[in-house]
């Protein structure tokens, strides 16, 4: 199995910045993808950014140019730098990976998820 533990969420005005980590754990054999979705109560889960095994980053056309991915692939984890943050970006921020553990196929993992919440 794998787990995901996400870190950095918090409050910062409008036009700050955090930043975002997700370490993956376990018994895991190689990671596809990782990446960030987030959600607000009563909406979907909103697709934020994903940054795949050979380092092709994508991100949602709402973030593109304001937030960043990166990640460390030696101690597999990511980092979503958010930067000119805005009221609309106040969301739970889940860390996704696609992954192959030692058993099984690959299977999407979650974190639990942090809150970010930007005050206008």
């Known amino acids: 199995q794998a787990q995901l533990a996400e870190s950095g969420g918090g409050f910062v005005q409008a036009g700050g910045s955090l930043r975002l980590s997700c370490a993956a754990s376990?018994?895991?054999?190689?990671?596809?993808?990782m990446g960030w979705y987030r959600q607000v109560p009563g909406k979907q889960r909103e697709w934020v950014a994903t940054i795949t095994r050979d380092g092709s980053t994508s991100y949602s056309d709402s973030v593109k140019g304001r937030f960043t991915l990166s990640r460390n692939n030696a101690k597999n984890t990511v980092y979503l730098q958010m930067n000119s943050l805005k009221a609309e970006d106040t969301a739970v921020y889940y860390c996704?990976?696609?992954?192959?553990?030692?058993?099984?196929?690959?299977?999407?993992?979650w974190g639990q998820g942090t809150q970010v919440t930007v005050s206008s």
């Open positions: 376990g018994s895991i054999f190689s990671i596809n993808s």
């Open positions: 996704n990976a696609n992954l192959w553990t030692i058993a099984t196929l690959a299977s999407d993992y």
